[in-house]
């Protein structure tokens, strides 16, 4: 069983297009995440959700837009793609406590690689 | 300059070495410290946590924190081909934001 799943796994289009990278959780989490990891295996957050509702939104070009359906979905939609975009993006989910501490322990899907030529 | 740094390596080490990664921040709000293993072409998958000052242990490995140096470690002991990936410290202030460091290739040859 897939605790973090995403589709596609390679992603590889032209300049200019417009893509979706799609991200389930059946972790009963009610916290995901967008991360991007460049070439250089830097990780960076690029956004939050915690029950379908934005929590994090990094400084992020508008061009990128998450959506989340329901709290087991998070989506990413990305216009007018740019060769700098290129990268392996990471869904991740954790499970919110009362106290923040808990957002340590985040499981991350296995990642979809972009490749904008 | 970044909130946190970590060596890149890679670092070659021998089968049964004793290996020591590292991370320094500059943020000292930071509070929570994790260790990442990230294996090639997947996702990381959270090693080791710490809160605060002090050592943890978990088998062949110990993470210790100095936050009064904004230093991090990681140990492992008797280290194994299979230890071979990418360790990225990460940490955060609450409110979800992880920080990672931009994680160090770690090689053990048999």
């Known amino acids: 069983d897939t605790a973090v799943s995403q589709t596609p796994k390679y992603l590889v289009t032209q300049m200019g297009n417009d893509k979706s990278i799609k991200c389930e959780q059946n972790?009963?989490?009610?916290?995901m995440y967008w991360y991007k990891q460049d070439s250089k295996k830097f990780l960076k957050i690029m956004f939050s959700?915690?029950?379908?509702?934005?929590?994090i939104n990094e400084t992020v070009p508008n061009r990128f837009s998450p959506k989340s359906p329901d709290k087991a979905h998070l989506n990413l939609h990305i216009n007018s793609l740019e060769l700098g975009d290129s990268a392996v993006y990471f869904c991740?989910?954790?499970?919110?406590?009362?106290?923040?501490?808990?957002?340590?322990?985040?499981?991350f899907g296995p990642g979809t690689r972009l490749t904008v030529t | 300059q970044k909130e946190v740094e970590q060596d890149p390596g890679p670092l070659s080490v021998p089968e049964g070495a004793i290996v020591s990664l590292n991370c320094t921040y500059s943020?000292?709000?930071?509070?929570?410290f994790m260790w990442y293993r990230q294996y090639s072409r997947k996702g990381p998958e959270l090693l080791m946590y710490?809160?605060?000052?002090g050592n943890k242990e978990d088998g062949r490995f110990t993470a210790q924190v100095d936050k009064s140096s904004k230093y991090i470690s990681l140990f492992i002991r008797d280290s194994q081909p299979s230890d071979s990936a990418t360790y990225l410290c990460?940490?955060?202030?609450?409110?979800?934001?992880?920080?990672f460091g931009t994680g160090t290739r770690l090689l053990v040859s048999p």
């Open positions: 990460a940490m955060h202030r609450g409110f979800q934001k992880l920080v």
């Open positions: 710490t809160y605060s000052s």
């Open positions: 943020n000292s709000a930071f509070q929570y």
């Open positions: 959700y915690n029950n379908k509702e934005l929590i």
């Open positions: 991740a989910s954790s499970q919110e406590g009362s106290e923040a501490q808990y957002s340590y322990e985040q499981y």
């Open positions: 972790l009963g989490h009610d916290t």
